[in-house]
């Protein structure tokens, strides 16, 4: 016969499960509310994280999935040995040869739901591949097909070159089941066609409550996705803002976005932003407080045109004095004429006390090369200070111009 205190633990754990089921109850009823949205717009992707079976806790840093050839992909990570042995029992297609994992394409799909059956996080993944889709697709269904409430823990997303509108359905989709912990969405040479998708994509980055750094360059002029981006990034508490080619954007677009948070890096390129619309007063707060600013020059943009001079001048002088002023200057001149503007930023540099970082676009290496010789040949101020293997950097006096060689990229990590 059990004792009394036998009995009464007995019934404190009954009492304990049933709280906590009731909890649990309470818990799936707030997390339908908080999908309602989500539902509404797609309602095949209602709660499409609210069911997770158990997994292990193991956590990868870095996974990277690239094509490689026309028909298979690898996979390259930090901790990669230790998950190898498990994936290639659901995958046996796959080879791990000097820590990269190799598979054909139509290995895809099982090879997303084999790592997604092993790992509840993953710190940055980049798709670069023609099988995103599939792995994504993968992935998902690794944490759909379960019976807790176990989220995949993904803090960096980076996905470039995707092909079809199908391909952003599946990136939104992850995008949904990983809002609770990203951080940061980098879009790169991507095609978005249909509004739908571009509603769908914009919507599913604004679930995201923690997001602080955004890039989306599309591959070509996206003319469907402004509205889209406003109403996604409204409210969002960004530390680094990258847009290009989005049609319609301007500056009032830009003093909304950063209106409710701290941009310290803010890379935007737009037909209607130029150095002219971007000195407004409403937006010298945004300024005074950036420490990157990103700026395209236009092809026609002319080197003697005094009234641009003076509105490059103002922006500079409205940056911090430690802040950095990138910009890509499009010419397809003779190294002569590159000289000249590889000169004007330097005058630029030195009148405002800034630092200056040139990309020069639309020229071959060797044009550039040619300019800086003939430059630091003709004006004897103009010296050679550093050098590494993706920039220089030349001084006239007090200003300093970085100037990044053709391959080279801002951001580039």
């Known amino acids: 016969m059990p004792s009394i205190s036998t009995s009464i633990g007995i019934k404190i754990k009954k009492l304990r499960s049933l ?6 109850i309470r818990r799936l009823k707030n997390e339908e509310k908080e999908e309602s949205s989500i539902a509404l717009l797609h309602p095949e992707y209602e709660l499409i994280d609210s069911i997770r079976p158990s997994r292990s806790l193991l956590s990868i840093p870095i996974l990277l999935i690239r094509s490689i050839t026309k028909t298979r992909f690898e996979i390259v990570g930090e901790t990669l040995e230790t998950i190898y042995t498990k994936i290639n029992e659901e995958v046996p297609c796959s080879s791990l040869k000097k820590g990269v994992m190799i598979a ?9 739901k084999a790592i997604g059956h092993i790992v509840s996080g993953i710190t940055q993944l980049w798709l670069d591949s023609k099988v995103n889709s599939d792995f994504v697709r993968g992935l998902i269904d690794a944490f759909i097909d379960c019976e807790t409430n176990e989220r995949l823990n993904l803090t960096q997303l980076t996905v470039v070159n995707n092909e079809a509108d199908d391909q952003i359905d599946t990136i939104s989709r992850l995008i949904l089941l990983t809002r609770k912990s990203l951080r940061s969405i980098r879009l790169r040479r991507i095609l ?25 360059e599309p591959r070509k002029k996206d ?12 409210g969002k508490r960004l530390d680094s803002l990258i847009l290009s080619s989005v049609d319609g ?5 830009l003093i909304s976005i950063a209106s409710t948070n701290g941009l310290s890096q803010l890379r935007v390129k737009g037909s209607l932003l130029n ?7 409403h937006f010298n ?15 026609n943009f002319s080197l003697f045109d005094s009234i641009e001079r003076e509105s490059l001048r103002i922006l500079l002088s409205s940056l911090k004095e430690s802040s950095v002023l990138e910009v890509v200057h499009n010419s397809v001149a003779n190294p002569i004429f590159v000289a000249k503007i590889i000169s004007y930023w330097l005058n630029l540099a030195e009148e405002t006390d800034r ?29 050679r200070v550093a050098w590494t293997p993706h920039q220089i950097v030349l001084s006239n006096h007090k200003g300093q111009v970085s100037i990044l060689d053709c391959a080279s990229l801002f951001g580039d990590e």
């Open 104 to 112: 054909p394409n139509e290995c895809a799909y099982e090879v997303g």
């Open 19 to 24: 709280f906590l089921s009731r909890s649990s």
């Open 285 to 299: 707060r945004t300024l005074s407080n950036l420490d990157i600013l990103l700026i395209h020059i236009d092809i």
């Open 275 to 281: 150095p002219s619309t971007l000195i407004s007063d």
């Open 192 to 216: 978005v066609c249909e509004t739908e998708c571009a509603s769908f994509l914009w919507n599913s980055i604004g679930q995201c409550s923690l997001i602080d750094n955004v890039e989306y």
């Open 249 to 253: 954007l301007t500056v009032n677009d």
């Open 355 to 383: 630092i200056v970082q040139l990309k020069i676009e639309g020229i071959g290496q060797e044009t550039q090369d040619s300019a800086i010789g003939r430059l630091m040949r003709k004006v004897d101020s103009v010296q």
């Open 223 to 234: 003319k469907i996705s402004r509205s889209f981006i406003m109403n996604a990034l409204e």
